[in-house]
C-alpha cells in the first residue's frame, strides 16, 4: 500500500511566522501535490511536482512556495503566515508521468494548521 | 475548462436504505473519473475509479458508480447504507488528454446516516 506521511497533524502557528509542512511518500512516485481543504469549497490545489527540483503553480500559489530536494519529499512553504492561511492542508501523490494519467493521487491524513 | 459539480453538499439517508451521490462534469472528451472518501480528521481514500472500459465500476466498501457518457455523470451508489458510510465522499475528473493534467475535485457531500 502506498504510504503518504505528513509531518503534523496539528500545527499552531503565530502570524508572520515561517511555516514548513512537511509531506514523504514511500513508493517512488513522480508526481506529488499540496491542497487546502476549506468548508464549501472541497479541495484547492495550490502547487504540484511532477520531478525533483520541479514544481508548478496550482490554482491558489499565492503566500506559498514548495520545495522538492528528493524524490520521496515535498514540503510546502508559508512564507510569513497569515490569518487566511488557517486550513486543513492535504498531501498527495501519484505515479505515472507525463500532465495526466489514469493512476489515482493518494494522499496524507492531512495538517490541520491554526494561525493565530 | 473541466469542472465537477456534485449535487447537495449533504444528503442523509436511513440504515439500510439506498445511497445515491451525484456527481456531473463538464469535459469536452470523456474524462477519468475517481470517488474518494474522507471520513473525520482524515486524508482522502480512493474508492472507486474509470478510466476505459466497462462502464459499471466497482470498489471498495459496497460502493459502484455508472459511467454515463450520454448525461456527463458518474453517480455513486450502494444498496444499503451502513453507519460507517457516514462520511464526505468526492467526485473529481481528470483529462485524460493532459491538457490540465490535475484533478479537479468537486465540493464534497456529505453522507449522513440515520440509525
Known amino acids: 500500500d502506498v504510504k503518504v506521511t505528513q509531518s503534523s497533524r496539528y500545527l499552531v502557528k503565530r502570524t508572520g511566522e515561517k511555516v514548513f509542512l512537511e509531506c514523504v511518500q514511500d513508493?517512488?512516485?513522480?508526481?506529488m501535490f499540496w491542497y487546502r481543504q476549506d468548508p464549501g469549497l472541497g479541495l484547492r490545489l495550490i502547487y504540484f511536482?511532477?520531478?525533483?527540483?520541479?514544481?508548478e503553480k496550482g490554482d491558489i500559489p499565492e503566500g506559498y512556495s514548495v520545495s522538492r530536494e528528493k524524490k520521496e519529499r515535498f514540503s510546502l512553504i508559508l512564507e510569513s503566515a497569515s490569518t487566511n492561511q488557517t486550513s486543513m492542508y492535504l498531501c498527495?501523490?501519484?505515479?505515472?508521468?507525463?500532465?495526466?494519467?489514469?493512476?489515482?493521487?493518494?494522499f496524507g491524513d492531512g495538517t490541520r494548521l491554526s494561525i493565530l | 475548462a473541466q469542472s465537477v459539480t456534485q449535487l447537495g453538499s449533504h444528503v442523509s439517508v436511513s440504515e439500510g436504505a439506498l445511497v445515491l451521490l451525484r456527481c456531473n462534469y463538464s469535459s469536452s472528451v470523456p474524462p477519468y473519473l475517481f470517488w474518494y472518501v474522507q471520513y473525520p480528521n482524515q486524508g482522502l481514500q480512493l474508492l472507486l475509479k474509470?478510466?476505459?472500459?466497462?462502464?459499471l465500476v466497482k470498489g471498495i466498501n459496497g460502493f459502484e458508480a455508472e459511467f454515463k457518457k450520454s448525461e456527463t455523470s458518474f453517480h455513486l451508489t450502494k444498496p444499503s447504507a451502513h453507519m460507517s458510510d457516514a462520511a464526505e465522499y468526492f467526485c473529481?475528473?481528470?483529462?485524460?488528454?493532459?491538457?490540465?493534467?490535475?484533478?479537479?475535485f468537486g465540493k464534497g457531500t456529505k453522507l449522513s446516516v440515520k440509525p
Open positions: 474509470y478510466t476505459t472500459g466497462a462502464t
Open positions: 473529481a475528473v481528470s483529462d485524460p488528454r493532459g491538457s490540465q493534467g490535475n484533478l479537479i
Open positions: 511536482s511532477y520531478d525533483v527540483k520541479m514544481k
Open positions: 498527495a501523490s501519484r505515479s505515472g508521468t507525463g500532465w495526466s494519467s489514469n493512476q489515482p493521487q493518494h
Open positions: 513508493m517512488d512516485h513522480e508526481n
